[in-house]
């Protein structure tokens, strides 16, 4: 596709269940981000992953978040255990190498635990 | 620690004013500085962005000012117009991940 796509765009589920995002990145670009954003917050670094290096896993906010990337293209979410606080629009970007150049954003996934 | 400290977190301009957002950083690490802007229920998009060799770059309508010795750039929007209307999001880079401001909301009334 020609830009980042996000799925599913809008997500309810119950608390206490696991959820799936997904990103598929822009063709070619080596890194690919997940940021969170809560209702009239900044965006929130939760990980990041350049390449086959090991993912910069620093701004997860517990180990209830995980999330991987399949053969440096595809990245995969994971939120296990939802809670309410977890309610935000979760986004995915990418760029063509780390090097300082413009990342990419996806439209987001607005996840909603009830 | 919020690395990127963003003012004012909401603006209201008359159309044909300048709106006027600024930043502040700690890290003299990092250097590029884009500007995002986000619309409603839409992922943030580059507006422009400026490296730290340069005081200025010019767009269009969209001024970036860098001052590096006081480590702080601003974005200038020159005769806002309705269609400016908008979420605007700061950013700063090492090259390895952004760090993002707070935003600012931008109304730009007709």
């Known amino acids: 596709g020609a830009g980042v796509s996000q799925s599913p765009s809008n997500k309810v589920t119950e608390k206490g269940k696991d959820v799936e995002l997904r990103c598929d990145p822009i063709s070619g670009h080596t890194a690919l981000y997940w940021y969170r954003q809560s209702l009239g917050q900044g965006l929130e670094f939760l990980i990041y992953f350049q390449g086959n290096s090991a993912p910069d896993k620093s701004g997860l906010p517990s180990d209830r978040f995980s999330a991987e990337r399949t053969g440096g293209s595809v990245s995969t979410l994971t939120i296990q255990r939802t809670q309410q606080e977890d309610s935000a629009v979760y986004l995915c970007?990418?760029?063509?190498?780390?090097?300082?150049?413009?990342?990419?954003f996806g439209q987001g996934t607005r996840l909603t635990v009830v | 620690q919020q690395q990127v400290k963003q003012s004012p977190q909401s603006l209201i301009v008359q159309k044909g004013g300048i709106s006027i957002i600024n930043c502040a950083y700690e890290n003299t690490a990092f250097d590029y500085f884009p500007w995002y802007q986000q619309f409603p229920g839409k992922g943030p998009a580059l507006l422009i962005a400026?490296?730290?060799?340069?005081s200025e770059k010019k767009e269009g309508r969209f001024t970036i000012s860098f001052n590096k010795s006081a480590k702080q750039f601003s974005l200038h929007i020159m005769d806002s117009q309705p269609g400016d209307s908008a979420t605007y999001f700061c950013?700063?880079?090492?090259?390895?991940?952004?760090?993002f401001g707070t935003g600012t909301s931008l109304t730009v009334i007709p």
């Open positions: 950013a700063a880079s090492t090259g390895n991940q952004f760090y």
């Open positions: 970007a990418s760029s063509l190498n780390a090097v300082n150049t413009e990342a990419f």
């Open positions: 400026i490296r730290p060799d340069v």
